[in-house]
């Protein structure tokens, strides 16, 4: 069993900031990649960004230059630095997780997701 455990949502003015973690615990495992996919209202799931074991990232077009993606391997914890955040950013946001074949624990594993509202 993996659980993901999100924190860091919460409502927020248009221009501003918020911080979002997500930590990985369970049985013997590691994690490869990590990051977060949201789900806008009405809208379909969408990946926000990702980041692998060394470090490289991957990010929306429409967060680029305002959202950050990084990671404590040691703490199998995923964050997701939001900046300059717009409306068009509220969502639910869900922690993604990606766990090698070679666990027992292997595959794909959800948050259960955490809300985000930019009000404006």
């Known amino acids: 069993q993996v659980q993901l455990v999100e924190s860091g949502g919460g409502l927020v003015q248009a221009g501003g900031s918020l911080t979002l973690s997500c930590a990985a615990s369970g049985t013997m495992f590691s994690v490869n990649d990590m990051g977060w996919y949201r789900r806008p209202p009405g809208e379909q799931r969408e990946l926000v960004a990702l980041i692998g074991t060394g470090g490289r990232s991957q990010l929306a077009d429409s967060v680029k230059g305002r959202f950050t993606i990084s990671r404590d391997n040691a703490k199998n914890t995923v964050y997701l630095q939001m900046n300059s955040l717009k409306s068009e950013d509220t969502a639910v946001y869900y922690c993604?997780?990606?766990?090698?074949?070679?666990?027992?624990?292997?595959?794909?594993?959800w948050g259960q997701g955490t809300q985000v509202t930019v009000s404006s």
């Open positions: 993604y997780a990606q766990v090698p074949a070679l666990f027992a624990l292997g595959g794909v594993h």
